[in-house]
């Protein structure tokens, strides 16, 4: 499948007119470019806001149901070509055929979840005490919504924050990361198959710097939704919490730094297992990925000894072969960054930490799954951000300094245990400080209805009916049908 070579503006295809050149290769073969466009510049970023405020009212307008059918229609051409949707995720973002098609099944189902709540658009009647008096609530758009994506799901999270935002009414402006940012292409060219009125979605490539900070900065983008890494996420703070009417701030705590622990009574068959998956599955380059291990002494030999087999035994390859586990990093300033850190790292490194040149991976960004031991819980390593195939192992004496080392760190979003006691299990649910909690399975995983964020966020990332909530304001109606003055006030 060809990626569109133009940003969206307003219902057409065309060049930005920023100086900068987006360019996006395959990550396993690095010569081949897939992208190569001219970025959008702030005057791009006006016109598709101002093609947003344009088609806001009639789209506002437009009943809910019909607003749900174009989304159903865009699920429709997606499973319709599920597996070139997948290809094109694999080709840019470099994850597994398997792992891509499974991004292309979450997108469908998003799509497909947030189509049926628009036949569900509802708001709250509520009791009052002013007789001959109707009272309910319904929930209103915002307007112009800006969406900022990262590149690492580079297909259904644009669809994750478009979905909510367009089915309640708003219309959206787009910016993917510079890194994979085909992927929204395609999801603007089935949005624009499936009839979407011209200006209600725009998708602008472009840097964060350039096309990211235009948008903060617009007067007429009335909501941000952004998910992508901390820094990123300050600066584009600063630039807009004095004024937006809501904030969907993903980043601060959401960096993956997420937590296993593993206790002596658990079944470290099944645990193995899932702690290989959570830390090397999409190349560990996932914001929910399992990058610390946090494991009672008693089984610690015999864990780090099973996984170290089992993190040699991972095939890492070009993610279209087949049989392949491990895809590529993004980007070959990322690798370098992922190594340098495993080589400065005080610890014991028993797998990987190396990049992999053989069997044509020098073509690419490939790196070994790697697995360092004995990792003090304050290293630099156990607690800042490396979103790559980088596992560290700490070992506990107990339950209690386990949860201490999991609950002390600066990035929670999701956390883990393995465990056959169902008190830990329910101290686990109670005292761990992440948002989404596993019990005896790895840290990733969600599904659309289900809420997703990270802790001390202002909100979640547009999943469930929590992200209608955020695309969304309330109003309250009073409709005194009674005809006579109201004899009862209550109080304001
Ligand atoms: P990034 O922060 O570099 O970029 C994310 C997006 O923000 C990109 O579109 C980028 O162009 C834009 N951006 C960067 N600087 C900006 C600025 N100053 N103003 C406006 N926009 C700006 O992140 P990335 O490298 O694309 O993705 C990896 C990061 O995303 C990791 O930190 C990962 O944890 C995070 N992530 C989080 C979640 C989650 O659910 N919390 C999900 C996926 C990825």
Redesign the pocket.
């Given at each position: 499948m060809q990626f569109p070579q133009k940003s969206f503006i307003g219902g057409t295809w065309r060049d930005g007119r920023s100086q900068a050149i987006v360019r996006s290769v395959d990550p396993a073969r690095s010569d081949e470019v897939l992208v190569e466009a001219r970025g959008a510049s702030a005057d791009d970023v006006n016109d598709a806001v101002a093609a947003a405020v344009s088609a806001y009212p009639s789209w506002r307008a437009t009943p809910a149901p019909e607003r749900a059918r174009v989304l159903g229609r865009v699920a429709e051409l997606a499973r319709s070509r599920a597996d070139e949707l997948a290809s094109a995720v694999t080709f840019e973002e470099g994850k597994t055929l398997p792992d891509a098609r499974a991004e292309v099944e979450k997108a469908i189902e998003i799509l497909s979840w947030f189509a049926g709540e628009g036949w569900r658009h509802t708001g709250r009647m509520l009791a009052t005490d002013v007789p001959d008096t109707m009272a309910y609530t319904v929930r209103e758009p915002l307007g112009v919504v800006g969406l900022?994506?990262?590149?690492?799901?580079p297909f259904a999270?644009p669809c994750w924050k478009i979905a909510p935002a367009l089915v309640a009414g708003n219309t959206a402006v787009l910016?993917?990361?510079?890194?994979a940012p085909g992927s929204a292409l395609l999801v603007a060219s089935l949005f624009e198959e499936a009839g979407l009125p011209a200006g209600v979605l725009s998708v602008l490539l472009g840097?964060?710097?350039e096309v990211?900070?235009a948008?903060?900065v617009h007067p007429d983008v009335k909501a941000f939704s952004?998910?992508?890494?901390?820094?990123?996420?300050e600066?584009?703070y600063d630039?807009v919490s004095h004024r937006l009417a809501r904030l969907d701030w993903?980043?601060p705590e959401?960096?993956?730094k997420n937590a296993i622990i593993l206790l002596r009574d658990a079944d470290l068959e099944l645990a193995a297992a899932g702690i290989l998956h959570g830390a090397f599955a999409s190349t560990g380059q996932?914001?929910?990925a399992a990058s610390r291990l946090i494991v009672e002494e008693a089984v610690a030999d015999e864990m780090v000894e099973r996984l170290t087999a089992g993190a040699n035994a991972l095939k890492v390859g070009a993610g279209h072969e087949p049989g392949v586990d491990m895809g590529p990093v993004i980007d070959g300033r990322q690798l370098q960054r992922l190594l340098d850190a495993v080589a400065r790292a005080n610890g014991d490194l028993v797998a990987g930490g190396r990049r992999k040149t053989e069997d044509g991976m020098s073509r690419g960004w490939f790196m070994a799954p790697t697995i360092l031991d004995r990792v003090a819980p304050d290293a630099p390593i156990a607690r800042e951000?490396l979103?790559g195939p980088v596992l560290t192992v700490t070992r506990v004496s107990d339950f209690e300094e386990a949860l201490r080392v999991a609950n002390d760190s600066p990035h929670r979003?999701a956390g883990a245990i393995y465990t056959r006691d169902a008190e830990r299990i329910m101290q686990f649910t109670q005292r761990a400080d992440a948002r989404m909690l596993h019990v005896n399975a790895p840290t990733i995983g969600g599904e659309p209805h289900q809420p997703?964020?990270?802790i001390r966020t202002a909100g979640v990332?547009g999943l469930a009916r929590e992200g209608l909530d955020f695309f969304t304001e309330v109003k309250t109606v009073f409709v005194d049908w009674g005809g006579a003055r109201r004899k009862q006030q209550t109080y304001y």
């Open positions: 900022i994506t990262p590149w690492n799901v999270l910016k993917p990361a510079t890194f840097s964060g710097a990211g900070q948008m903060a952004f998910t992508g890494s901390p820094g990123a996420r600066k584009l630039l993903i980043a959401a960096g993956g996932r914001c929910t951000e979103f979003l997703y964020g990270g990332q």
